[in-house]
């Protein structure tokens, strides 16, 4: 409990936002072009961290389906921008021990001739730490 | 000189006028907004009814800071009384600020009757700011002292 | 010396939690002037009040001090108590204790020292206060209303009807307001021109209520009873008392495509015409900006077929001066720009439209003779999404939208799902809503009806985007219930729009002194003791312009402005603010500065002979202040040098004392 | 007019087009990017987590590099646009910057604090606000007439619109008025500010094949012959996404439009 | 041109006595010593001639004393004002103190005038003092005479004299001069560069020296109040005892911010002050406030102008931003 406690406390601080201003209006949700491929969606992830119930989330493969298209952001009629959450759960999710998504050792195989840069800098700033 | 072990806590005069900033005060108790019980209001009219004397005076008894509070300019109940407030309390505490006295210990804020947070906020950073400062000795009155 | 009388309530525990009021009233008995000292659970209860009454002549107290809520709550409730024991009203100053003090510190200790020193203060004052009498002015006997809408109308009948003359300025060429464009009313289903339109003919007919429309305020002086108002009253080149409302002009004008703001653009009106047959006045108006006419002398036709001859291309606009005793604001909302919500692509096509625009759609006086039918092809739509809350309740750090809720939404959005359903059933209606609020008479069983009777889709989220494609809608929502992501092709998306205070009132506001929310609202001078009243006397608030509100509210306060309106006006003399500034003529040097700060010109000048101690006389120029205008700032005593000027009731020695007695 | 330029790392290997028109074409409209020296890599993408510095380090340097010399920070990159810019903005929160600066302050070359005073702009932006898409219009020699181009902006310009203040997030112009300029005819289309699928690509193949062929369908149902963007990802995403339109950086119409390659040959 | 001298003044204020033009001439007469010159009022051709004085020392502006003078009778007083004394008659008219028809002026050249204060430091126990263009003389008791510089002996106010133009006049002698670019704010702008402290401790030296004589007060031409604050038991401020140092800039605050938009500033506070504290930099400091917030105003430029503090506009300056000048540079 105490471990949950500090874990949102975490997600509050390094997302900076402030989940009790969400409304459950489902806008979010309502947006997202994930949605289909998320086990929590993103008005979950809202009222998910606002109950505590954070280790779910890190464990989920939701929060590598997100696009971080931060169209849920720019929605959002309250300014709860939960994008910035799933962000956060995520840092928080491969900043552990080994926890790493993408490991230099894959790259060749998921790689193609036409891929840009851009695409390998991106996900190795999302997904490893 | 007092000897008490308490902390110090310094003394604030907030001048309000009576159609915004003491509604908006007001508005803060009924949210039950909390500033320190330094701030002591004094009901005006408007904010032009400020006489600099009063500031002075309070000064001079022993006031850390005062503040004085009134609508937002182009929203006086009086229509123009705040406009003259800030011309006044410009040259007024330019002149303060001339005399070498703390820029910091005076204070013009534009609260209406909805701004309650507004209110509660301004006060606990006047107070701070003014306790950060610590006594007033450079414009009180010795002898008004106990 | 006063003998002044403390009394130091406990407001339940709203005081006594938080501050020791025993202590209180026992350490302002050690106060100079003070022979009475003593506290009780509820000062402004009849209990309260008598034991300040029997004080007044157990003690002979001269003044008193009652330590308490804000003045702002009571003073005038103490104010009468000491009248009522023969103690002259402004010898009582009130201590706050509660607003000021309990409510915002936790801790008794603090709390209690804090409200020694407000009373302390209070005490201080009130060894000061002199008795004052109040002033009277006269009051003309002569309502304005502001807005033409069913709040302004509403009210000017009731003024009218209780035989004062009322005058209603409308910016529009008719009366009517938005009620006029809505098609039914909720709950009822009665239909609103039906209810509203016998109401604009009694306006026109009545011979005590004068329609200024096509008109604005554009200066307003004076104060309670006494306003001097100016009305500008736009040139519509069609002379009002000639034009019969025929229409022969609206139907011969060449020019037929100027978007018609009746119908919100949906189809078109000519550049002479009116906005709907019910029309009050029912006169043509020419719209200047579109005229061939006026803008270039190339036309002349409506003239041509004008058989009362009642069309005047030289009219010029004209300024008239009235003067009123009360003033009410009815200047109505409007539906926000959906500019910043360009997710539901209401710029990118013409079948998301807002409930206003599909009002219009059914109306039978719409553009589409009431069918409905999609903007973009005419054809009858199949899916109907309702989206909820466009606007309404947006945090403010989203920077777009209102904070607040717009109340009506809910509940007209029923509406249209319910008869929508009732009318076309084989049209598939969907509703997205974050709560459905329907607190009123009967509302909520209306919502259940169209849910139950009429097969109503209400889906507990939102929509995220519409996306126009191949002349359909795709809308991509939430169903939060079901935990799923919908798409729903749809044929016609309405939003549902915040409503905020028309632009006209925040410049009106600053004409009458009458303080506004952050919204642009209206404040009202006591959220729920004087909702109909403004902080400004003799200015009343009327409708949505105080906040949002429906049609049955709406005409309940438009009665209740009324009403207060009316015993404002069947007064023969106000008691003015005694609180008024006064210049000592000994120590006034005549300089005129005070006169230059007064904002009501209550400042005059007379020469005065004065007899010098070596028996000469002397004439000096003093300043005179006209009472009746003094609306008692206190601007003058700041700008007078020599002291001169001073406010009763806030005298300088007044607020020196509480100066010192804080400071002591 | 001189303004300095961070190209990013893709425009020197897999998106030399984009960056080449882009310098071609400010000459004709007479500025010049002048490439910021020792530039590093934005990141690709911006943490919009609290807590990280070093990630946004990068681009602190190259906006102050740019508020050096007084002249604004140009990007092509619709990625590096938006991590500069937001970083720029971060950068405007004191307490923010005061960690920033006091991690640049072991720089060796570190002089004043860095406060987010540089002016960023996005190529395009630059164009319809500092240049006017008139005078574009006026030096285009082989008007692009009779093409029917969809502008696919993708998230990186538009969103977060508090940041970015680039158009309207729900319903931009730029890029249509940037296409009426050149002659053609602008496609509008509902799914032009969706995403692409972005990095997601890298693991989730047929997650991002889904996001991009939505948005090539989308575009090719409402009539459009190719796809214009201004992001090297988007770009790759919606080729690879199974729609035969093709698609192209818009400084490649820019420098089709203004004749840029005929100069050089000529 | 005509040379101007006493004479000049004289014969023209006899004419106009015998005229019945004016009944009164106000002017100054000679003390004991030559600087030792004072305002007087003369009704007759005899004691003009005795009495009269007009030169180097004749500071005292005389447009105060035409508020009492004036309702003495329906007679026309002639006055003589050098420019700067045009301004406080301008604005003493703007605040309707008398009545202009009341009054005849005469205005006077002036080279600047001379501070004894100032002489004594050059020459000890002077006797009489002559000027021309090439300089000063001064003739001592003991030193024989000491030739001076003007610039040496003149009073700051002549120094940094703002101008040389009469504002007002029914009659000038000599040729009217214009405004003038002085550094008169030169001296407040190094005060607003020292830190609050260093202000604090050069007032509290200056201030401190008060001993409540009352004199500025009762020289400036602004100060003409009926009865002012500072002798009126019921204003708050009423003190004449001079115990501690704030008292004493509570009373200089507050009659600098009484005469704040209205002060022509010329310098008389300052010349009649006993303990020589500069006290127009308290008037200047309010000037260049008022001129740097609301733009440049000069008070008695013009009758009938609007003094800043009566007048707003509604872009105002902040009080917040208006003390934000001059920081600590500690």
Same mark, same amino acid.
């Given at each position: 409990?105490?471990?949950?406690?500090?874990?949102?406390?975490?997600?509050?601080?390094?997302?900076?936002?402030?989940?009790?201003?969400?409304?459950?209006?489902?806008?979010?949700?309502?947006?997202?072009?994930?949605?289909?491929?998320?086990?929590?969606?993103?008005?979950?992830?809202?009222?998910?961290?606002?109950?505590?119930?954070?280790?779910?989330?890190?464990?989920?493969?939701?929060?590598?389906?997100?696009?971080?298209?931060?169209?849920?952001?720019?929605?959002?009629?309250?300014?709860?921008?939960?994008?910035?959450?799933?962000?956060?759960?995520?840092?928080?999710?491969?900043?552990?021990?080994?926890?790493?998504?993408?490991?230099?050792?894959?790259?060749?195989?998921?790689?193609?001739?036409?891929?840009?840069?851009?695409?390998?800098?991106?996900?190795?700033?999302?997904?490893?730490? | 000189?007092?000897?008490?072990?308490?902390?110090?806590?310094?003394?604030?005069?907030?001048?309000?006028?009576?159609?915004?900033?003491?509604?908006?005060?007001?508005?803060?108790?009924?949210?039950?907004?909390?500033?320190?019980?330094?701030?002591?209001?004094?009901?005006?009219?408007?904010?032009?009814?400020?006489?600099?004397?009063?500031?002075?005076?309070?000064?001079?008894?022993?006031?850390?800071?005062?503040?004085?509070?009134?609508?937002?300019?182009?929203?006086?109940?009086?229509?123009?009384?705040?406009?003259?407030?800030?011309?006044?309390?410009?040259?007024?505490?330019?002149?303060?600020?001339?005399?070498?006295?703390?820029?910091?210990?005076?204070?013009?804020?534009?609260?209406?009757?909805?701004?309650?947070?507004?209110?509660?906020?301004?006060?606990?950073?006047?107070?701070?700011?003014?306790?950060?400062?610590?006594?007033?000795?450079?414009?009180?009155?010795?002898?008004?002292?106990? | 010396?006063?003998?002044?009388?403390?009394?130091?309530?406990?407001?339940?525990?709203?005081?006594?939690?938080?501050?020791?009021?025993?202590?209180?009233?026992?350490?302002?008995?050690?106060?100079?002037?003070?022979?009475?000292?003593?506290?009780?659970?509820?000062?402004?209860?009849?209990?309260?009040?008598?034991?300040?009454?029997?004080?007044?002549?157990?003690?002979?107290?001269?003044?008193?001090?009652?330590?308490?809520?804000?003045?702002?709550?009571?003073?005038?409730?103490?104010?009468?108590?000491?009248?009522?024991?023969?103690?002259?009203?402004?010898?009582?100053?009130?201590?706050?204790?509660?607003?000021?003090?309990?409510?915002?510190?936790?801790?008794?200790?603090?709390?209690?020292?804090?409200?020694?020193?407000?009373?302390?203060?209070?005490?201080?004052?009130?060894?000061?206060?002199?008795?004052?009498?109040?002033?009277?002015?006269?009051?003309?006997?002569?309502?304005?209303?502001?807005?033409?809408?069913?709040?302004?109308?509403?009210?000017?009948?009731?003024?009218?009807?209780?035989?004062?003359?009322?005058?209603?300025?409308?910016?529009?060429?008719?009366?009517?307001?938005?009620?006029?464009?809505?098609?039914?009313?909720?709950?009822?289903?009665?239909?609103?021109?039906?209810?509203?339109?016998?109401?604009?003919?009694?306006?026109?007919?009545?011979?005590?209520?004068?329609?200024?429309?096509?008109?604005?305020?554009?200066?307003?002086?004076?104060?309670?009873?006494?306003?001097?108002?100016?009305?500008?009253?736009?040139?519509?080149?069609?002379?009002?008392?000639?034009?019969?409302?025929?229409?022969?002009?609206?139907?011969?004008?060449?020019?037929?495509?100027?978007?018609?703001?009746?119908?919100?653009?949906?189809?078109?009106?000519?550049?002479?015409?009116?906005?709907?047959?019910?029309?009050?006045?029912?006169?043509?108006?020419?719209?200047?900006?579109?005229?061939?006419?006026?803008?270039?002398?190339?036309?002349?036709?409506?003239?041509?077929?004008?058989?009362?001859?009642?069309?005047?291309?030289?009219?010029?606009?004209?300024?008239?001066?009235?003067?009123?005793?009360?003033?009410?604001?009815?200047?109505?909302?409007?539906?926000?720009?959906?500019?910043?919500?360009?997710?539901?692509?209401?710029?990118?096509?013409?079948?998301?439209?807002?409930?206003?625009?599909?009002?219009?759609?059914?109306?039978?006086?719409?553009?589409?003779?009431?069918?409905?039918?999609?903007?973009?092809?005419?054809?009858?739509?199949?899916?109907?999404?309702?989206?909820?809350?466009?606007?309404?309740?947006?945090?403010?750090?989203?920077?777009?939208?209102?904070?607040?809720?717009?109340?009506?939404?809910?509940?007209?959005?029923?509406?249209?799902?319910?008869?929508?359903?009732?009318?076309?059933?084989?049209?598939?209606?969907?509703?997205?809503?974050?709560?459905?609020?329907?607190?009123?008479?009967?509302?909520?069983?209306?919502?259940?009806?169209?849910?139950?009777?009429?097969?109503?889709?209400?889906?507990?989220?939102?929509?995220?985007?519409?996306?126009?494609?191949?002349?359909?809608?795709?809308?991509?929502?939430?169903?939060?219930?079901?935990?799923?992501?919908?798409?729903?092709?749809?044929?016609?998306?309405?939003?549902?729009?915040?409503?905020?205070?028309?632009?006209?009132?925040?410049?009106?506001?600053?004409?009458?002194?009458?303080?506004?929310?952050?919204?642009?609202?209206?404040?009202?001078?006591?959220?729920?003791?004087?909702?109909?009243?403004?902080?400004?006397?003799?200015?009343?608030?009327?409708?949505?312009?105080?906040?949002?509100?429906?049609?049955?509210?709406?005409?309940?306060?438009?009665?209740?402005?009324?009403?207060?309106?009316?015993?404002?006006?069947?007064?023969?003399?106000?008691?003015?603010?005694?609180?008024?500034?006064?210049?000592?003529?000994?120590?006034?040097?005549?300089?005129?500065?005070?006169?230059?700060?007064?904002?009501?010109?209550?400042?005059?000048?007379?020469?005065?002979?004065?007899?010098?101690?070596?028996?000469?006389?002397?004439?000096?120029?003093?300043?005179?202040?006209?009472?009746?205008?003094?609306?008692?700032?206190?601007?003058?005593?700041?700008?007078?040098?020599?002291?001169?000027?001073?406010?009763?009731?806030?005298?300088?020695?007044?607020?020196?004392?509480?100066?010192?007695?804080?400071?002591? | 007019?001189?303004?300095?330029?961070?190209?990013?790392?893709?425009?020197?290997?897999?998106?030399?087009?984009?960056?080449?028109?882009?310098?071609?074409?400010?000459?004709?409209?007479?500025?010049?990017?002048?490439?910021?020296?020792?530039?590093?890599?934005?990141?690709?993408?911006?943490?919009?987590?609290?807590?990280?510095?070093?990630?946004?380090?990068?681009?602190?340097?190259?906006?102050?590099?740019?508020?050096?010399?007084?002249?604004?920070?140009?990007?092509?990159?619709?990625?590096?646009?938006?991590?500069?810019?937001?970083?720029?903005?971060?950068?405007?929160?004191?307490?923010?910057?005061?960690?920033?600066?006091?991690?640049?302050?072991?720089?060796?070359?570190?002089?004043?604090?860095?406060?987010?005073?540089?002016?960023?702009?996005?190529?395009?932006?630059?164009?319809?606000?500092?240049?006017?898409?008139?005078?574009?219009?006026?030096?285009?020699?082989?008007?692009?007439?009779?093409?029917?181009?969809?502008?696919?902006?993708?998230?990186?310009?538009?969103?977060?619109?508090?940041?970015?203040?680039?158009?309207?997030?729900?319903?931009?112009?730029?890029?249509?008025?940037?296409?009426?300029?050149?002659?053609?005819?602008?496609?509008?289309?509902?799914?032009?500010?969706?995403?692409?699928?972005?990095?997601?690509?890298?693991?989730?193949?047929?997650?991002?094949?889904?996001?991009?062929?939505?948005?090539?369908?989308?575009?090719?149902?409402?009539?459009?012959?190719?796809?214009?963007?201004?992001?090297?990802?988007?770009?790759?995403?919606?080729?690879?996404?199974?729609?035969?339109?093709?698609?192209?950086?818009?400084?490649?119409?820019?420098?089709?439009?203004?004749?840029?390659?005929?100069?050089?040959?000529? | 041109?005509?040379?101007?001298?006493?004479?000049?003044?004289?014969?023209?204020?006899?004419?106009?006595?015998?005229?019945?033009?004016?009944?009164?001439?106000?002017?100054?007469?000679?003390?004991?010593?030559?600087?030792?010159?004072?305002?007087? @009022? %003369?009704?007759?051709?005899?004691? /003009?001639?005795?009495?009269?004085?007009?030169? =180097?020392? +004749?500071?005292?502006?005389? !447009? &105060?004393?035409?508020?009492?003078?004036?309702?003495?009778?329906?007679?026309?007083?002639?006055?003589?004002?050098?420019?700067?004394?045009?301004?406080?008659?301008?604005?003493?008219?703007?605040?309707?103190?008398?009545?202009?028809?009341?009054?005849?002026?005469?205005?006077?050249?002036?080279?600047?005038?001379?501070?004894?204060?100032?002489?004594?430091?050059?020459?000890?126990?002077?006797?009489?003092?002559?000027?021309?263009?090439?300089?000063?003389?001064?003739?001592? @008791? %003991?030193?024989?005479?000491?030739? /001076?510089?003007?610039?040496?002996?003149?009073? =700051?106010? +002549?120094?940094?004299?703002? !101008? &040389?133009?009469?504002?007002?006049?029914?009659?000038?002698?000599?040729?009217?001069?214009?405004?003038?670019?002085?550094?008169?704010?030169?001296?407040?702008?190094?005060?607003?560069?020292?830190?609050?402290?260093?202000?604090?401790?050069?007032?509290?030296?200056?201030?401190?020296?008060?001993?409540?004589?009352?004199?500025?007060?009762?020289?400036?031409?602004?100060?003409?109040?009926?009865?002012?604050?500072?002798?009126?038991?019921?204003?708050?401020?009423?003190?004449?005892?001079?115990?501690?140092?704030?008292?004493?800039?509570?009373?200089?605050?507050?009659?600098?911010?009484?005469?704040?938009?209205?002060?022509?500033?010329?310098?008389?506070?300052?010349?009649?002050?006993?303990?020589?504290?500069?006290?127009?930099?308290?008037?200047?400091?309010?000037?260049?406030?008022?001129?740097?917030?609301?733009?440049?105003?000069?008070?008695?430029?013009?009758?009938?102008?609007?003094?800043?503090?009566?007048?707003?506009?509604?872009?105002?300056?902040?009080?917040?931003?208006?003390?934000?000048?001059?920081?600590?540079?500690?």
């Amino acid at each position: 409990m105490a471990d949950n406690k500090k874990l949102k406390e975490d997600v509050l601080a390094i997302s900076g936002v402030n989940v009790r201003k969400c409304m459950k209006c489902g806008k979010c949700s309502g947006t997202c072009p994930s949605y289909g491929e998320m086990e929590y969606h993103p008005h979950q992830f809202v009222s998910m961290v606002e109950s505590g119930d954070i280790e779910k989330l890190m464990q989920s493969e939701s929060i590598y389906k997100c696009l971080s298209c931060m169209a849920c952001v720019e929605r959002c009629p309250r300014g709860v921008e939960p994008g910035k959450l799933v962000e956060a759960i995520r840092l928080i999710s491969i900043r552990r021990k080994d926890a790493n998504r993408l490991t230099p050792d894959r790259i060749s195989e998921l790689l193609d001739e036409d891929m840009p840069q851009q695409a390998l800098v991106t996900a190795f700033r999302k997904y490893t730490k | 000189m007092s000897i008490s072990k308490e902390p110090y806590r310094p003394l604030i005069v907030a001048f309000c006028c009576n159609w915004c900033s003491y509604a908006g005060a007001d508005l803060a108790g009924n949210n039950r907004l909390a500033y320190p019980a330094d701030v002591k209001i004094i009901r005006v009219p408007c904010s032009c009814r400020v006489n600099p004397t009063f500031i002075l005076r309070a000064f001079q008894r022993g006031a850390d800071g005062v503040i004085l509070c009134g609508c937002h300019p182009g929203d006086c109940h009086y229509t123009s009384g705040n406009y003259y407030t800030r011309r006044r309390m410009a040259l007024l505490f330019s002149m303060l600020d001339y005399l070498g006295i703390e820029r910091e210990r005076t204070r013009v804020e534009w609260v209406s009757a909805a701004e309650g947070a507004k209110f509660a906020a301004t006060m606990n950073d006047f107070c701070e700011t003014v306790a950060s400062l610590g006594e007033n000795k450079r414009l009180e009155d010795l002898r008004c002292k106990k | 010396m006063q003998r002044i009388g403390v009394f130091v309530c406990h407001c339940g525990t709203n005081i006594a939690g938080t501050v020791d009021v025993a202590a209180v009233s026992e350490a302002l008995k050690n106060e100079p002037g003070v022979v009475y000292s003593t506290n009780y659970q509820y000062m402004c209860s009849q209990a309260g009040q008598d034991i300040i009454k029997n004080a007044i002549a157990e003690h002979g107290l001269t003044g008193i001090v009652v330590c308490s809520c804000s003045p702002r709550m009571h003073e005038a409730t103490f104010r009468k108590t000491a009248a009522a024991a023969g103690l002259n009203s402004y010898m009582v100053e009130i201590a706050n204790i509660r607003e000021q003090c309990s409510w915002v510190h936790k801790d008794m200790k603090t709390g209690t020292e804090k409200a020694i020193i407000l009373g302390k203060a209070a005490v201080a004052k009130v060894n000061l206060n002199a008795p004052l009498t109040p002033g009277e002015s006269p009051v003309t006997k002569r309502a304005l209303v502001i807005g033409g809408g069913i709040a302004g109308i509403q009210t000017a009948l009731d003024i009218a009807d209780a035989g004062f003359p009322v005058d209603i300025v409308e910016t529009k060429p008719t009366i009517g307001g938005k009620m006029a464009q809505l098609d039914k009313t909720f709950p009822t289903l009665d239909c609103a021109a039906c209810i509203l339109t016998p109401k604009m003919v009694d306006v026109a007919q009545n011979d005590k209520i004068r329609i200024f429309s096509y008109s604005e305020v554009t200066d307003v002086k004076g104060f309670v009873g006494n306003f001097d108002v100016t009305i500008k009253r736009r040139a519509r080149y069609v002379k009002e008392d000639v034009c019969t409302g025929c229409g022969a002009c609206t139907e011969k004008c060449p020019q037929k495509k100027i978007p018609n703001e009746f119908n919100l653009g949906m189809d078109n009106r000519r550049a002479i015409y009116i906005p709907f047959a019910q029309a009050v006045p029912k006169v043509a108006t020419i719209d200047l900006d579109h005229c061939n006419m006026l803008k270039n002398g190339k036309c002349g036709v409506c003239a041509k077929v004008c058989a009362a001859g009642a069309i005047d291309y030289n009219a010029k606009d004209e300024y008239i001066e009235e003067k009123y005793g009360a003033i009410v604001a009815a200047t109505g909302f409007n539906p926000i720009s959906m500019d910043k919500f360009d997710e539901f692509a209401y710029s990118q096509s013409k079948d998301v439209i807002t409930s206003l625009e599909f009002e219009r759609l059914t109306n039978a006086a719409g553009p589409t003779g009431g069918k409905l039918l999609r903007p973009s092809d005419g054809e009858h739509p199949r899916t109907i999404v309702f989206v909820q809350c466009v606007g309404s309740r947006c945090d403010s750090c989203a920077q777009k939208g209102k904070e607040y809720c717009s109340k009506i939404c809910c509940m007209y959005t029923a509406k249209h799902a319910m008869l929508t359903r009732d009318k076309y059933p084989d049209t598939d209606v969907y509703v997205f809503y974050i709560d459905v609020r329907t607190p009123g008479k009967n509302f909520d069983e209306f919502y259940r009806r169209a849910v139950e009777e009429y097969g109503v889709h209400y889906i507990k989220g939102m929509v995220g985007k519409v996306s126009p494609e191949g002349g359909k809608l795709m809308v991509q929502a939430s169903d939060l219930i079901d935990n799923k992501q919908l798409r729903i092709e749809a044929d016609l998306v309405v939003l549902a729009a915040a409503i905020e205070p028309d632009r006209s009132a925040r410049p009106l506001a600053t004409m009458l002194t009458a303080s506004m929310d952050t919204n642009d609202f209206f404040t009202e001078a006591h959220p729920k003791l004087r909702p109909v009243e403004s902080p400004t006397a003799g200015v009343f608030l009327s409708g949505t312009c105080q906040g949002p509100k429906d049609i049955p509210e709406t005409v309940a306060q438009a009665g209740a402005a009324a009403s207060k309106v009316i015993g404002l006006l069947a007064k023969d003399k106000l008691m003015g603010n005694p609180c008024v500034a006064h210049s000592d003529e000994n120590m006034c040097n005549g300089c005129s500065t005070c006169e230059n700060v007064c904002p009501y010109g209550a400042i005059t000048y007379e020469e005065k002979e004065f007899r010098m101690p070596d028996r000469t006389t002397r004439i000096r120029r003093v300043a005179r202040v006209n009472e009746a205008v003094c609306q008692g700032c206190g601007c003058c005593t700041v700008a007078c040098m020599s002291g001169a000027m001073n406010l009763k009731g806030f005298k300088n020695e007044q607020i020196l004392a509480e100066v010192d007695a804080i400071c002591r | 007019m001189k303004v300095s330029y961070y190209p990013g790392c893709t425009l020197r290997n897999k998106a030399k087009e984009l960056d080449r028109c882009a310098r071609e074409c400010a000459q004709i409209l007479g500025f010049e990017l002048c490439e910021i020296e020792n530039w590093q890599c934005c990141g690709g993408a911006y943490t919009s987590s609290t807590d990280e510095i070093a990630t946004k380090l990068s681009s602190v340097r190259a906006l102050k590099a740019a508020g050096e010399l007084d002249r604004p920070l140009i990007t092509v990159c619709s990625a590096c646009h938006n991590v500069i810019k937001r970083t720029n903005l971060a950068m405007k929160e004191e307490e923010f910057a005061g960690k920033v600066n006091a991690y640049m302050a072991q720089d060796a070359d570190f002089t004043t604090p860095y406060g987010g005073e540089t002016e960023v702009y996005h190529y395009l932006e630059f164009l319809r606000d500092k240049i006017g898409f008139d005078s574009v219009k006026e030096k285009v020699k082989n008007p692009l007439t009779g093409r029917k181009i969809a502008a696919y902006y993708g998230c990186l310009l538009l969103r977060p619109s508090k940041a970015m203040a680039f158009d309207d997030p729900e319903n931009p112009t730029v890029l249509e008025d940037f296409i009426r300029a050149l002659g053609a005819e602008p496609v509008i289309y509902p799914a032009r500010n969706e995403c692409c699928g972005g990095y997601v690509v890298l693991e989730d193949k047929d997650s991002a094949k889904r996001k991009s062929a939505t948005v090539s369908e989308s575009a090719k149902g409402h009539g459009a012959d190719s796809i214009v963007t201004a992001c090297p990802l988007c770009r790759y995403n919606l080729m690879k996404s199974g729609s035969e339109l093709p698609v192209v950086y818009f400084t490649e119409l820019l420098a089709e439009a203004l004749g840029a390659k005929e100069a050089e040959n000529g | 041109m005509q040379e101007i001298t006493r004479d000049t003044l004289i014969s023209r204020a006899k004419e106009l006595l015998a005229s019945g033009e004016v009944d009164r001439v106000y002017g100054w007469k000679r003390g004991e010593f030559c600087y030792d010159v004072t305002p007087a @009022l %003369f009704t007759d051709a005899e004691s /003009l001639e005795k009495d009269f004085e007009w030169g =180097d020392f +004749c500071g005292a502006n005389l !447009s &105060k004393y035409l508020v009492e003078e004036t309702r003495k009778s329906e007679g026309k007083i002639l006055v003589f004002m050098k420019p700067c004394d045009t301004y406080s008659f301008n604005q003493l008219l703007t605040e309707h103190r008398f009545d202009r028809e009341k009054v005849y002026v005469i205005g006077t050249p002036c080279a600047g005038m001379l501070d004894p204060k100032r002489i004594r430091d050059h020459a000890e126990s002077f006797t009489s003092v002559v000027s021309d263009e090439n300089g000063v003389t001064v003739s001592t @008791l %003991f030193d024989g005479d000491v030739k /001076l510089d003007r610039s040496e002996v003149m009073p =700051d106010r +002549c120094l940094n004299c703002k !101008s &040389k133009k009469h504002v007002a006049y029914d009659e000038l002698f000599g040729e009217d001069g214009g405004t003038i670019a002085s550094g008169r704010f030169d001296e407040v702008e190094k005060i607003e560069k020292m830190t609050p402290d260093e202000r604090f401790e050069f007032w509290r030296g200056e201030l401190s020296r008060c001993i409540r004589c009352n004199a500025c007060r009762d020289v400036c031409p602004a100060c003409t109040c009926e009865k002012c604050v500072f002798d009126n038991p019921n204003s708050g401020v009423e003190n004449k005892a001079a115990e501690n140092s704030f008292e004493e800039q509570m009373f200089h605050i507050i009659r600098a911010f009484h005469v704040a938009g209205r002060c022509t500033d010329c310098g008389e506070c300052s010349r009649v002050c006993p303990q020589q504290i500069p006290l127009h930099l308290l008037n200047r400091k309010f000037i260049k406030d008022i001129d740097g917030f609301y733009g440049e105003y000069q008070a008695g430029a013009e009758v009938g102008s609007r003094a800043p503090l009566v007048d707003y506009t509604t872009e105002d300056i902040e009080p917040s931003d208006a003390v934000k000048g001059g920081d600590e540079n500690a």
